[in-house]
């Protein structure tokens, strides 16, 4: 099976190997070397010295997780939003009492840095941006250094979800002053869901002092006060985080600059190749996504017949468009363990299974 | 190695196995098929015909959830406690703005139903009563079906903490008309952590659709949504729904009453065990837990020091005593996949290491 969804992505065979291990003591000697060293090697791929901890969750718990430790009920938030996950954080700030005002792009083009810049200079009380690095949606990878000098230049917190990019597209969490930042284990670290990390710099230890969303399972406060000790509050996903290791272990082995241009590389040989097989990309090309692609179904294409015939006849699993996008676009991963030999055999399969799924060009 | 802690159990080497597979499509049709499959005979060991729902998170997550999905700020909520985890539950009504009175025991002792219906009685605002079926942290289990006759007759919510017995000590769910239990994969589902479920009743539904607790990732209206169309809201564990549908293909082919028949021996086996080393028990023995043992450190025993032997010369993990039992007991988990071969095996090493550690009777 060829796997080319946004996540989760085919493991390798040392993280699957990890993933099958046997139970521990979390709160024992062995478990707390095994946190600390995924701790560490997370500090390496976030690109940070600050605190980063390690959630039992998807990557929708992470977001949860970001907002409830730095924001109380009435705080104004900017979310910044062009498609369906940035819609979901703004989406969160608003259950827990946030006011949210949203930021809104055309889904398929990139938040711009002169809007944010706008809207904070238009509300001098938001307190927090919300930026979604690449909107999994859409295809698009959204410019999170220029959003940020915006934001910090006018003392904003900056909140990041790199759920599906963190590993796979360059993000300087420190260099780039990002306050908090999620990802989950399912994208670019390569293994199985099941866990989030989320990053925390000195200015979201200040906010969150007097953030009185409420929070108990995602309190970073006791999260801190167990990582001191080598431990995480609950009982953590052991194996996730077996499992984690072993990918960060490869992941820091290959370097981020090298794999940071195998994705780059990678990306442009799936827009090349669709675009041969006389499909359009439906994101901005001025901002592509370095791990997904999204492609319009056009002249007479089916999308979920598509995905049908590419399941069902040539073993290649992609997905579908979500939300609006639905029944419009379908979606290539290609992300975490990839490399051209799994493009190569996408592209001549979808040669073949276009034209059984509508498409007349 | 011989894990005897209340959780991560050791996992069978089926379970083990299925951890180790390789990722599909969480919204595609094969893992459609796994999830309806562990959500039906979930219900089995739940003994109900309602909704449960799988969480991707530790059993704290799940409390959380529970009590989200049923209260506002400012509702009356009954916690009974007699240890750390009727403490945490309170906690958990606490941090959401419940009105928490807590109605405590002696920790050792159990939760007297005849107290619940009195402090009912005092205070008719309460909404909901908070019970821990097993109170993981002094090896007593409390009477679920007394408490739950006084609670239901009293038509309030019945939230039930069943983290460490649910599999291994008889809950029955619909009978007892239990609105929302608690548990997860580490204990009786003798699987990794990294998965929680929660039945929900349909008073519990009825509560839901008040219920102002602000809430995202655990809402259960969206989880009951996307469960009719085989998934979960979230990426869920993926490998982790493997391993729980590979215990429980194990746990119902041995059967509920022969599961519930073999912890009972094999805690009387602990309990008499101890006994005859000269050691004393800590909880009332009236209401012995049948998945864990705490014992008292009489006689010069040094708990923190018998640990520690019995890890690094017997190669037995057992767990020491929780917040104001820290120092004062040790606990002997015999949950999930445990036979009486690992028990003789506990007590021929303490028997050695007792002496080792100060114990001079």
Redesign the interface.
Known sequence: ?N?R?P?????PDQV??A??????????KEFRSILEQVTQRLKIVYQTTGDVFVL??????GM?AAIVNTLSPGDGILATTSGAFGNRFA??GE???GRVQRLQFEWGKPVEAEAVKKALEDDPSIKAVLVTHNETSTGVTNDVKAISAVAKKAGKLLLVDAISSLGSIDLQTDNWKCDVVVT?S?KGLMS???LAAVSFSEQAWQAQKTAK?????W?FAKARSFQQKGET????????VYAVNAALEMIIQEGLPRIFQRQARISRMVREGVKSLGLELFGDEKCPSDIITAVKATNGLDPKKLLNVM?DKYDV?L?GGQQKLDGKIFRIGHLGWVSEKEIENVLASLKKALPEAGFNK
């Open positions: 099976m796997l969804i996540g989760p992505t085919p493991c699957l190997k993933m099958g291990k046997q139970m521990i003591n979390h709160r024992g039992t969750c998807s990557g929708t718990g949860e989406e969160i259950a827990f009492g989950c399912q199985p869901p099941g969303m409420p929070r108990y399972n309190d509050p609950w009982t953590p996903a052991v194996s996730a399941e699993i997905a």
